[in-house]
């Protein structure tokens, strides 16, 4: 970890982290994540503003936004169109995501939903083959599983919206088309990642044109990656804001890339798509307000029915990491994840009894069925069948600026790359996103996430998420921004880090940093990372769980507000992890 010096308004700090993805490259299903001895792990200190995010060239950028008097939600928005550029595994502008926000000055907070929207000629049947079973195959490997790309409306959105006035949305996207035209150096996450997924890529023309030497091989680490399409249409966006996008030549050539594949987009789905200004969910935790992302995400909600169980136990009491801790984690998350798979879904087409699963009573009832000695099994929670089978291709990034705004994005393009498919012309990657959505009831998605009714494909439907992006308040102050990728894991994630940062004192960054564990409700098995200790794995065996090693990756970048400034935490589960500041 290396520290470079900004100016004396500002500094950055910064991750690079490879996020879980599914399938995991062969690269990822090698290395379990080994993480350092948490005492010596800090947060990188700083005082007038901080972006941290998985890819140090867009994070620089945000920070420098930062620096020239830009707030949260402007450095946000240009670190969000930078990442398009430099981290195409899952920075964007043909996929989607979620924005939540805390405007200091008028003590409010914002949740944007840029969410991908199924195409108009989309079925509930979709995804099924002709046996009526579903296809995996058409929803993660086919055009028929790409959504209506809502990255550029949302973060458009939120610039106009929410930013300082002082940026255009040009001056936004130029850093971003400068590194398009120029070139960026292959390093660190693409050099790892690439070589995995090429093949899959180069299934269509465009795509390997983008991704390889002249030679035909996928490009190597020190290459230069140079997107000329990309430039084009990032040009587009910032001559005609939006419209450049959803509107004329580029969308032209999006719904021709899509349809050639297979895909049923069409000009009027692009026209048409909308973000959505939706009501953050709200809890609380221990004299804590947590600010989260709401339906058709499920994270926000199932993240604080997490909390609320937890609430009703001495956290504090038992050891952080300790099997007395894990076990009552492991119950909670179980409980809530059932309540997703019953529940949850867009809520322009389910009326999901929110209330309820966010209620402190309806807490105490789960928490009354937690035994502190055994396990639950998980069919006695739900009864279903379930076929074991949402992707994890997600990055996150926290900012928070010097006047106490406070942005937390989750965005993706669902698997590694997405689809894979270059549009022609355009430069742009397209998502499979809709591989979220639930192909029939009781079926599973690709992190065996099982859903029900309220989740299976429709016109214009938003699939379901577990995207957290989350802000922590006290007396209406950030005090920790937070979020990460990893598909299904996401919400379990942000939740022990939340656990560790209120309950167990923990610095931020060593928060980050401690060996994570996850529990879905189906399958009924503990996946966990390396580095909880072998008696505590003893100890939750004997309780009954089902315990897996290999939890896959995820990039809690986050951010903590204390009364001595700003510590950053960059995740360290990746080579490059890299922080800067003053």
């Given at each position: 970890m290396t520290a470079i010096a900004l100016s004396r308004r500002t500094f950055v700090a910064l991750g690079l982290v490879?996020?879980?993805?599914?399938?995991?490259?062969?690269?990822?299903?090698?290395?379990?994540?080994?993480?350092?001895?948490?005492?010596?792990?800090?947060?990188?200190?700083?005082?007038?503003?901080?972006?941290?995010?998985?890819?140090?060239?867009?994070?620089?950028?945000?920070?420098d936004i930062l620096r020239q008097g830009g707030n949260a939600v402007d450095a946000a928005v240009a670190t969000g169109f930078a990442m398009a550029v430099t981290y195409p595994r899952a920075g964007n502008i043909g996929g989607g995501g979620f924005m939540v926000i805390h405007l200091a000055e008028h003590n409010e907070d914002i949740a944007i939903d840029y969410r991908e929207t199924a195409p108009q000629a989309a079925t509930r049947d979709m995804f099924l083959g002709a046996d009526g079973?579903?296809?995996?195959?058409?929803?993660?490997?086919?055009?028929?599983?790409?959504?209506?790309?809502?990255?550029?409306?949302?973060?458009?959105?939120?610039?106009?919206?929410?930013?300082?006035?002082?940026?255009?949305?040009?001056?936004?996207?130029?850093?971003?088309?400068?590194?398009?035209?120029?070139?960026?150096?292959?390093?660190?996450?693409?050099?790892?990642?690439?070589?995995?997924?090429?093949?899959?890529m180069s299934r269509w023309p465009d795509s390997a044109k983008t991704f390889s030497r002249t030679d035909g091989t996928p490009l190597h680490e020190g290459d230069r990656?140079?997107?000329?399409?990309?430039?084009?249409?990032?040009?587009?966006?910032?001559?005609?804001?939006?419209?450049?996008?959803?509107?004329?030549?580029?969308?032209?050539?999006?719904?021709?890339?899509?349809?050639?594949?297979?895909?049923?987009?069409?000009?009027?789905?692009?026209?048409?798509?909308?973000p959505v200004i939706r009501t953050p969910v709200r809890g609380s935790y221990r004299g804590y307000d947590i600010v989260s992302m709401p339906q058709p995400s499920s994270g926000g909600i199932v993240l604080i029915e997490i909390l609320n169980i937890l609430e009703g136990f001495a956290m504090a009491d038992m050891k952080q990491g300790s099997a007395a801790s894990l076990h009552v984690m492991i119950e909670a998350m179980k409980r809530a994840y059932a309540?997703?798979?019953?529940?949850?879904?867009?809520?322009?087409f389910v009326d999901a009894p929110t209330q309820l699963l966010l209620a402190k009573n309806y807490a105490a009832k789960q928490r009354a069925g937690i035994d502190l000695a055994r396990a639950t099994p998980?069919?006695?929670?739900?009864?279903?069948?379930?076929?074991?089978?949402?992707?994890?291709?997600?990055?996150?990034?926290?900012v928070v600026d010097s006047r106490g705004n406070a942005v937390s994005n989750t965005y993706t393009l669902n698997f590694p790359y997405g689809v894979g498919l270059v549009a022609e012309g355009t430069g742009v990657l397209l998502n499979n996103e809709l591989d979220d959505f639930t192909a029939a009831v009781g079926a599973s998605n690709a992190f065996g996430l099982v859903g029900f009714e309220a989740n299976l494909p429709g016109p214009g439907k938003r699939p379901l998420s577990s995207?957290?992006?989350?802000?922590?308040?006290?007396?209406?102050?950030?005090?920790?921004?937070?979020?990460?990728?990893?598909?299904?894991?996401?919400?379990s994630a942000v939740t022990q880090v939340i656990v560790d940062v209120i309950d167990y004192r923990m610095d931020v960054a060593a928060?980050?940093?401690?060996?994570?564990?996850?529990?879905?409700?189906?399958?009924?098995?503990?996946?966990?990372?390396?580095g909880i200790p072998g008696d505590v794995l003893t100890e939750l065996r004997a309780k009954g769980h089902k315990l897996v090693e290999g939890l896959g990756y995820s990039s809690a970048n986050s951010i903590a507000v204390t009364p001595h400034g700003l510590l950053g935490a960059p995740d360290p589960r990746t080579r490059g992890t890299e922080a800067a500041g003053q």
């Amino acid at each position: 970890m290396t520290a470079i010096a900004l100016s004396r308004r500002t500094f950055v700090a910064l991750g690079l982290v490879a996020l879980a993805a599914w399938p995991a490259t062969a690269q990822e299903q090698r290395r379990f994540y080994a993480p350092p001895p948490l005492d010596t792990v800090h947060g990188i200190p700083a005082e007038n503003g901080m972006v941290v995010a998985q890819e140090k060239l867009a994070a620089r950028i945000g920070a420098d936004i930062l620096r020239q008097g830009g707030n949260a939600v402007d450095a946000a928005v240009a670190t969000g169109f930078a990442m398009a550029v430099t981290y195409p595994r899952a920075g964007n502008i043909g996929g989607g995501g979620f924005m939540v926000i805390h405007l200091a000055e008028h003590n409010e907070d914002i949740a944007i939903d840029y969410r991908e929207t199924a195409p108009q000629a989309a079925t509930r049947d979709m995804f099924l083959g002709a046996d009526g079973k579903p296809d995996n195959d058409k929803s993660r490997n086919s055009a028929l599983g790409i959504g209506v790309p809502g990255t550029v409306a949302g973060l458009a959105l939120a610039l106009a919206k929410y930013g300082s006035g002082q940026f255009t949305l040009a001056q936004i996207l130029k850093p971003a088309i400068d590194l398009a035209r120029d070139g960026i150096v292959v390093t660190d996450d693409i050099a790892d990642t690439l070589p995995d997924m090429y093949k899959r890529m180069s299934r269509w023309p465009d795509s390997a044109k983008t991704f390889s030497r002249t030679d035909g091989t996928p490009l190597h680490e020190g290459d230069r990656l140079v997107q000329g399409d990309l430039t084009t249409t990032l040009l587009a966006i910032a001559e005609q804001g939006p419209r450049g996008f959803y509107e004329g030549a580029v969308a032209d050539k999006l719904v021709k890339a899509v349809r050639d594949a297979g895909g049923i987009m069409t000009t009027d789905d692009l026209k048409a798509y909308q973000p959505v200004i939706r009501t953050p969910v709200r809890g609380s935790y221990r004299g804590y307000d947590i600010v989260s992302m709401p339906q058709p995400s499920s994270g926000g909600i199932v993240l604080i029915e997490i909390l609320n169980i937890l609430e009703g136990f001495a956290m504090a009491d038992m050891k952080q990491g300790s099997a007395a801790s894990l076990h009552v984690m492991i119950e909670a998350m179980k409980r809530a994840y059932a309540d997703r798979a019953r529940y949850l879904g867009d809520p322009a087409f389910v009326d999901a009894p929110t209330q309820l699963l966010l209620a402190k009573n309806y807490a105490a009832k789960q928490r009354a069925g937690i035994d502190l000695a055994r396990a639950t099994p998980s069919a006695d929670l739900l009864v279903a069948k379930a076929a074991p089978r949402e992707g994890s291709n997600t990055t996150h990034y926290s900012v928070v600026d010097s006047r106490g705004n406070a942005v937390s994005n989750t965005y993706t393009l669902n698997f590694p790359y997405g689809v894979g498919l270059v549009a022609e012309g355009t430069g742009v990657l397209l998502n499979n996103e809709l591989d979220d959505f639930t192909a029939a009831v009781g079926a599973s998605n690709a992190f065996g996430l099982v859903g029900f009714e309220a989740n299976l494909p429709g016109p214009g439907k938003r699939p379901l998420s577990s995207m957290s992006p989350t802000i922590v308040l006290k007396d209406n102050k950030p005090v920790l921004v937070t979020g990460t990728p990893g598909g299904s894991r996401i919400i379990s994630a942000v939740t022990q880090v939340i656990v560790d940062v209120i309950d167990y004192r923990m610095d931020v960054a060593a928060a980050v940093a401690a060996p994570r564990i996850h529990h879905q409700w189906l399958p009924d098995e503990v996946r966990y990372e390396t580095g909880i200790p072998g008696d505590v794995l003893t100890e939750l065996r004997a309780k009954g769980h089902k315990l897996v090693e290999g939890l896959g990756y995820s990039s809690a970048n986050s951010i903590a507000v204390t009364p001595h400034g700003l510590l950053g935490a960059p995740d360290p589960r990746t080579r490059g992890t890299e922080a800067a500041g003053q």
